[in-house]
């Protein structure tokens, strides 16, 4: 149609000039991402049809409202004029989604703004306020009011003019005096950031080809990139990714209703508890708008919690400047801070993060259910207790249910929604639309120990635990899960989040401390392989990080840069020899395998148990919340890439080699979905017959 309009335009002696605006107040979001895994609309090339509008001898006004993102802004540089909407926002997102910008972006933005910006906006995928745009010289002009007006306006002055100083084709890169030391330093920041991704590297490659080649070897070579990337996999798992986040949105009751809820700006909401959870779930709501209330349970912790909760606004206000957006953290109508639990008279809806502790939890939630109006919802940040327990301490289950954040709460974008026997869907969908207007994905989950995330997470870091009882190294097993593409391995993880927190969790449970049987075997716990490492580490005091030991070493308490321990080899070998342990040499391949195919076994079981409605919610949980490689499009995705034929070979290898660890034993479902011949992944939840019981 751009291509027919373009010709009838340039054809049309009464047209003077052409305007391209989109509808509906959105210019274009690009390309349509579906379309990339469809071999009817691949021919359909964009780079010609904005050459053509560039080459057009009427000046082309872009109108740019809500949205130029791909494929849209390279239609816009190809026009010889844009006037953006002061709301509007900009961006080439291609990488985001495994690609390049293939429609001549990478070489028009750099001739335009400059390499230094054009490489930050290529390899990043950020979208930019128009406000950026016009600084950068993106766009010529923003306007609050008509954009469509502004453009026609702008056409008819530059009526006759010449084009040629406006078809950015023609223009040279402008130059920068250390050109070859800059495209160095970013190549290897690109590079050490891309941890095994690709798309980053090769849009570094096109934008560098924009500075050495003529536009139209540049443009070849963009094509040649973009080929490379299309036909690779990890394009297709972004892809499945962009679509799994917003699949997990669309949330609806068994009638298929999607309830709709609270409008948050005008609700007063309590959090409960301002440790680490309470200050960055605090700083997102002060961020989303949200009025929020702070209790504590006396002045000690609330001074100390406010301090922090000051500090996490004041840099995120520092972020934000220069935005459209104003942080309102210093009215009290906005945000108070109080000891006092009758100020929960108000509130709409209250998230608890105190101590994770069951009894607590049960006297708080009595409290709450009888202060709090009788509409008001309540939530629990808890990371694995049971919420119908929680819930029968009040007289309101159906309005109790699991938020679970993830730390540091303001930064991390995962929101675990989990309904208990009793929850209402109204209550579902109202922390759905609180993780919406957060800015978070909320991802519904039913209720179990662990939730899904944790869940998944217990078989992962107990296999890396066991390999170090085998022979292996904490660096060894992080590296090759880092090679993968995780941030952090198990190891530097647990350092991270601390081994106390888990220590804590297996007194709680039995499995170790004073309420350990006498006589119970070390290595042995109800008949399981159990590994007591991480307890004699905590013996120890070394809890990670924080106390400067832990599976590394680091520089001080409280230090971050983790160094191999030779206290912990010999350590490692010492209980290896008291336990009568051979030890031998683990490869690469079965430390990746063990660890990650017993996360994605319990994934299976999850699905089987109906604690998720599919295997897209698994993905986008590990993807935002657990630092899953985003090219490899999250766990259960990345088994169907594998094949599940060879996960299930490898378990069942695992499995006979390991007969006291459960979690390497096949589940039932992953053996039916191979049985059935390898089923695709869209369709895995059609070979249950049990549906989650309410979703
Ligand atoms: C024109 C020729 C195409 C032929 C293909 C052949 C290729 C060969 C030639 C190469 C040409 C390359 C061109 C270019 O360089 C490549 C691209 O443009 S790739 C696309 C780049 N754009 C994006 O990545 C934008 C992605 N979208 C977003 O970021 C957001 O959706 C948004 C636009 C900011 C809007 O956000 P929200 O308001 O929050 O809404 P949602 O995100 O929930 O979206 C609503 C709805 O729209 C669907 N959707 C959005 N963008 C796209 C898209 N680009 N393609 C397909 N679908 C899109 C989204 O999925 C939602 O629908 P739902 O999934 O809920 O049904
Ligand atoms: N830390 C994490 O990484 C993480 C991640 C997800 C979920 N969680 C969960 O979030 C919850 C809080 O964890 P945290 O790490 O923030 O703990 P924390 O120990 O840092 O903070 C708990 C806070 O609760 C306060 N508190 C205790 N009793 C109270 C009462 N009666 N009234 C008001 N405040 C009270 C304490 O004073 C303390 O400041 C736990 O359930 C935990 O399992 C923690």
Redesign the pocket.
Same mark, same amino acid.
């Given at each position: 149609a751009l291509e027919d309009g373009l010709k009838k335009a340039d054809a049309d002696p009464s047209v003077k000039a052409v305007m391209i605006c989109g509808e509906n107040g959105k210019f274009s979001a690009g390309a349509d991402i579906r379309g990339f895994s469809s071999p009817k609309t691949l021919g359909v090339a964009l780079g010609p049809i904005v050459s053509l509008i560039e080459s057009s001898e009427k000046p082309v006004v872009a109108a740019i409202e809500g949205v130029a993102l791909g494929g849209g802004l390279e239609v816009a540089l190809g026009c010889h004029y844009r006037v953006a909407h002061a709301k509007a926002r900009m961006g080439l997102p291609e990488v985001t989604i495994g690609l390049l910008p293939g429609a001549e972006g990478t070489q028009r933005l750099p001739r335009l703004i400059g390499v230094p910006a054009a490489l930050d906006m290529i390899t990043t995928g950020k979208h930019i306020p128009a406000t950026e745009a016009l600084k950068l010289g993106l766009v010529d002009e923003i306007v609050e009011e008509n954009t469509i007006e502004a453009a026609i306006r702008l056409a008819n002055k530059v009526i006759g003019q010449p084009l040629g100083p406006r078809r950015l084709s023609l223009k040279p890169v402008p130059k920068l005096p250390n050109m070859e030391a800059f495209l160095q330093e970013a190549q290897v920041k690109v590079k050490r950031q891309a941890r095994g991704f690709l798309a980053p590297e090769l849009c570094f490659q096109a934008v560098q080809a924009a500075t050495q080649r003529p536009f139209a070897e540049g443009v070849r070579r963009e094509r040649e990139l973009f080929q490379v990337l299309l036909s690779s996999g990890q394009a297709q798992a972004l892809q499945y990714a962009f679509f799994a986040e917003r699949a997990v949105h669309r949330w609806a009751t068994p009638g298929g209703i999607n309830l709709l809820f609270i409008i948050f700006d005008s609700i007063l909401l309590l959090s409960? $508890? @301002? $440790?680490?959870?309470? &200050?960055g779930i605090v700083t997102s709501l002060v961020k989303a708008n949200i009025p929020v209330v702070a @209790? *504590? &349970? %006396?002045l000690e912790?609330l001074n100390?919690?406010r301090k922090a909760v000051m500090v996490l606004l004041e840099r995120e206000a520092k972020k934000m400047e220069g935005g459209a957006q104003k942080l309102d953290f210093h009215n009290p109508a906005r945000l108070q801070f109080t000891?006092d639990f009758n100020l929960l008279h108000d509130v709409d809806l209250v998230i608890? #993060?105190? !101590?994770? %502790?069951m009894a @607590?939890?049960k *006297?708080?939630f009595h409290k709450l259910s009888n202060i709090c109006k009788p509409g008001a919802l309540l939530c629990? %940040?808890? /990371? #694995? @207790?049971d919420i119908d327990e929680i819930a029968s301490a009040t007289s309101r289950p159906q309005q109790v249910i699991g938020t679970? !954040? !993830? /730390?540091p #709460?303001h930064v991390m974008r995962l929101l675990e929604i989990i309904y208990g026997r009793h929850t209402s869907p109204s209550a579902i969908a109202t922390a759905m639309q609180l993780a919406k207007d957060m800015k978070k994905v909320g991802v519904v989950v039913g209720n179990c120990f662990g939730f899904v995330g944790n869940r998944m997470m217990f078989p992962y870091v107990e296999q890396a635990v066991f390999l170090l009882e085998e022979g292996s190294r904490p660096e060894a097993v992080d590296q090759v899960l880092e090679d993968f593409g995780f941030k952090i391995g198990p190891f530097r993880m647990s350092d991270l #989040?601390?081994l106390d927190?888990g220590w804590r969790s297996r007194k709680g449970q039995g499995l170790t401390g004073p309420s350990l049987p006498a006589g119970s075997s070390a290595r042995q716990r109800r008949g399981q392989r159990y590994s007591p490492l991480p307890d004699l580490l905590c013996e120890r005091g070394r809890f990670g990080q924080k106390t400067g030991k832990g599976w590394y070493q680091y520089e001080r308490a409280g230090g971050r840069t983790a160094t191999p321990d030779p206290w912990i080899h010999g350590f490692l070998s010492q209980y290896r020899d008291t336990h009568r342990i051979e030890t031998r040499y683990i490869d690469q391949e079965e430390i990746l395998e063990r660890c990650l195919f017993s996360l994605i076994n319990e994934g299976f079981a999850i699905l089987a148990e109906g604690i998720a409605s599919g295997p897209e919610h698994l993905d986008v949980i590990y993807l935002n919340g657990y630092g899953w490689p985003k090219h490899r499009g999250g766990p259960m995705f990345y088994a169907s890439t594998v094949g599940l034929p060879r996960v299930l070979a490898k378990l069942q290898k695992y499995s006979e080699a390991h007969p006291d660890v459960p979690k390497l034993r096949p589940s039932a479902f992953l053996k039916k979905l191979v049985a059935v011949g390898n089923a695709p992944l869209k369709e895995w939840m059609s070979y249950l017959s049990r549906q989650s019981p309410k979703l």
């Open positions: 409960l $508890g @301002l $440790g680490t959870m309470g &200050q @209790l *504590e &349970q %006396n912790y100390k919690g000891v608890e #993060a105190v !101590f994770e %502790n @607590l939890k *006297e708080i629990t %940040n808890t /990371s #694995a @207790l679970h !954040f !993830f /730390s #709460a #989040a601390g927190v």
